[in-house]
């Protein structure tokens, strides 16, 4: 393991050029032409096969036959418009790697070139997935039946609330399911003077969010995690009229499949009840397809740690209630999702995912090819 550390240092300089190319270069969920490309590119150079799968993903296969080991990078960006000045920032209006898949896909080019270098016995398939970022992108590569034969997935985000340099691991649950939803009411409206005349479905919507809380409160128990947040609501047109109709939409999250589905039964029930109790109607809809919970396989877990607590500092990695499409893969095989820590304070790179200003401290990029290199030889050789 100690010549794949030296091998991943040896690359921190190409690592970083590869790193600023890809974020000069954004591309959205399903749009990620150019980077597939370049991926390919940079796959066959190592003379590893590529397949194209799921419109723009890429998995390039390295060995053949023994164990079958899976690493997985997302490589789309975010609709946002950059503000970090930069030399490598943005060079597309409105368009930004805000999430560090950029990172990801560099750490990942990185580690095929280590693992093509010192080729482990067995079989590692790349996974360069689309759409990550509510595109469901996970879900398609998944579904495609070229990673059928795979026997455990690893994959690896880079973690702005994770110390820079450390390796974020954790067995069981580690990430939420996502849920999108849309609540209806209808009610009567009229004159603003003269609410005992209407049905007032701003007032029927309130309720509805207040009584959706006490799910978490007295529904689930206190020691399993659930948040029901409302994120947009739209009613009205004017300041002096009740209006026949309110909306609210929102996301469900939560660490169990259980949990998960018990909250989306509950909050279509609540809304139907509660609109019908105050004279109105409601209705309950899912807007998009859900994305499981992220459970890290225990066994996995421990591997990673033996095997990579003597050359980096591993810590526990923080539990967050936000999703991640690599949980589909775990529906094939075992799987364990790991952070990487990139807030440097000294560098000003504090700033979470998915805002303006995101940055990756690039000096862990080759921690991030080497924990990938080590993970699947130790993987293929057990």
């Not at 740690?305 to 209630?321: D, G, I, Q, T």
Request: include cysteine; charge should be negative.
């Amino acid at each position: 393991m100690k010549e794949i550390i030296d091998l991943a240092k040896g690359l921190q300089p190409w690592l970083v050029e590869t790193r600023r190319r890809l974020h000069r270069h954004p591309e959205l969920a399903w749009e990620e032409v150019e980077t597939s490309r370049f991926v390919e590119e940079e796959l066959r150079k190592l003379g590893i096969e590529t397949k194209k799968v799921a419109k723009t993903g890429v998995i390039g296969i390295l060995g053949s036959g023994g164990r079958v080991v899976a690493l997985r990078a997302d490589m789309d960006a975010l609709p946002i418009q950059e503000e970090n000045e930069v030399p490598y920032r943005s060079e597309v209006p409105g368009k930004m790697h805000a999430c560090g898949h950029d990172a990801h896909v560099a750490m990942l080019l990185g580690a095929a070139r280590i693992l093509a270098r010192i080729r482990p016995k067995g079989t590692v398939k790349f996974i360069f997935q689309p759409a990550e970022e509510g595109g469901l992108g996970g879900k398609r590569m998944a579904e495609s039946g070229e990673l059928d034969d795979v026997e455990a997935f690893f994959g690896i985000h880079v973690w702005a609330h994770l110390e820079s340099g450390k390796i974020g691991i954790r067995g069981g649950p580690l990430w939420a399911s996502a849920d999108a939803y849309h609540i209806a009411v209808k009610g009567k409206g009229g004159h603003g003077a003269m609410p005992h005349r209407t049905v007032d479905p701003i007032s029927v919507l309130v309720s509805i969010f207040e009584e959706s809380q006490r799910i978490i409160t007295r529904e689930v128990s206190p020691l399993e995690p659930l948040v029901i947040t409302v994120g947009k609501v739209e009613a009205g047109t004017t300041w002096n009229v009740i209006p026949g109709e309110a909306h609210m939409w929102g996301t469900i999250r939560a660490f169990t499949q259980e949990t998960r589905d018990y909250a989306v039964r509950r909050l279509g029930e609540i809304a139907e009840a509660v609109a019908r109790a105050h004279r109105a109607e409601a209705t309950f809809e899912l807007t998009m397809e859900p994305i499981p919970p992220t459970v890290n396989d225990e066994g996995l877990a421990r591997m990673a740690k033996e095997a990579l607590s003597p050359y980096l500092e591993v810590v526990e990695a923080p539990r967050e209630l936000v999703a991640e499409d690599f949980s589909f893969y775990s529906r094939i095989a075992p799987a364990l999702f790991i952070l990487l820590g990139i807030r440097n304070e000294e560098k000003g790179i504090v700033y979470p995912h998915h805002h303006p200003r995101f940055n990756v401290d690039e000096d862990v990029l080759w921690m991030g090819s080497a924990t990938h290199a080590i993970l699947a030889k130790r993987f293929l050789e057990s």
